[in-house]
C-alpha cells in the first residue's frame, strides 16, 4: 500500500512538473510571440512612415514639375509706364527661364523689348532696349550665360495691340522671351 501511495504521489508530481513545464513554455511562447509581433509592427509602422515619405516626395517633385513648366510657358514680362524695371511679381518666373538656360547650355533665346506708342520713335526703341537688358541682367546674374541671349528692341514698332487705350498701352509695354 505504502508503495501504491508512492506511486501516485510520483505520478502526480510528475503530472503536476509536465503541467507546470508546459505552461511556462506556453508563456514563453506567447511572450516570443507578442515580441514578434511588436518587432513585425515597428517594420510596418517604419514601412508605412518610408512609404508615406516617398509619396510626399514624389508629390513635391510632381508639383515642382507642374510649376517649372508653367514658369516656362510664360513668356511675357509687362512693364509699368515708362518704367524699365521688370515688376517684382515676375521675380520668380524669371528665375525659372534663368535656371533652365543655366542647365540647357545650348538653349538660345532672344529678349524683344516693346513700347507704347507715347514717346518718339527713337525713345521707345531706347525705352525697349533697357527692358530688355533689364531681363537680361536677372537671367545673367541667376545663371544663364550672356551669350544664350540676344537682345533687340521693338520699341512701338510691333504693337501687341493696335488701340489708342490704356489696356492697349499696357499690353504693349513688354518683354517677350522668343527661342531660337
Given at each position: 500500500m505504502k508503495i501504491d501511495l508512492l506511486l501516485k504521489q510520483a505520478l502526480l508530481l510528475l503530472c503536476l512538473t509536465g503541467i507546470a513545464a508546459c505552461s511556462s513554455t506556453g508563456e514563453d511562447a506567447d511572450a516570443m510571440e507578442d515580441v514578434a509581433e511588436t518587432e513585425s509592427g515597428v517594420d510596418a509602422t517604419t514601412r508605412r512612415q518610408q512609404e508615406l515619405e516617398e509619396e510626399a516626395r514624389a508629390?513635391?517633385?510632381?508639383?515642382?514639375?507642374?510649376?517649372?513648366?508653367?514658369?516656362?510657358?510664360?513668356?511675357?514680362?509687362?512693364?509699368?509706364?515708362?518704367?524699365?524695371?521688370?515688376?517684382?511679381?515676375?521675380?520668380?518666373?524669371?528665375?525659372?527661364?534663368?535656371?533652365?538656360?543655366?542647365?540647357?547650355?545650348?538653349?538660345?533665346?532672344?529678349?524683344?523689348?516693346?513700347?507704347?506708342?507715347?514717346?518718339?520713335?527713337?525713345?521707345?526703341?531706347?525705352?525697349?532696349?533697357?527692358?530688355?537688358?533689364?531681363?537680361?541682367?536677372?537671367?545673367?546674374?541667376?545663371?544663364?550665360?550672356?551669350?544664350q541671349i540676344e537682345v533687340v528692341s521693338y520699341g512701338e514698332e510691333r504693337p501687341a495691340q493696335t488701340t489708342s487705350s490704356e489696356t492697349a498701352y499696357q499690353q504693349n509695354r513688354r518683354v517677350e522671351i522668343a527661342s531660337q
Open positions: 508629390r513635391a517633385a510632381a508639383a515642382e514639375e507642374r510649376m517649372t513648366r508653367s514658369a516656362l510657358s510664360t513668356t511675357v514680362f509687362y512693364f509699368e509706364f515708362d518704367v524699365a524695371e521688370f515688376q517684382q511679381s515676375d521675380r520668380d518666373v524669371l528665375s525659372y527661364h534663368a535656371r533652365d538656360l543655366a542647365s540647357n547650355p545650348r538653349k538660345r533665346i532672344r529678349l524683344e523689348g516693346h513700347a507704347d506708342e507715347r514717346g518718339t520713335r527713337e525713345y521707345n526703341l531706347a525705352l525697349g532696349e533697357r527692358r530688355a537688358n533689364s531681363v537680361l541682367n536677372y537671367l545673367i546674374v541667376n545663371g544663364a550665360s550672356r551669350s
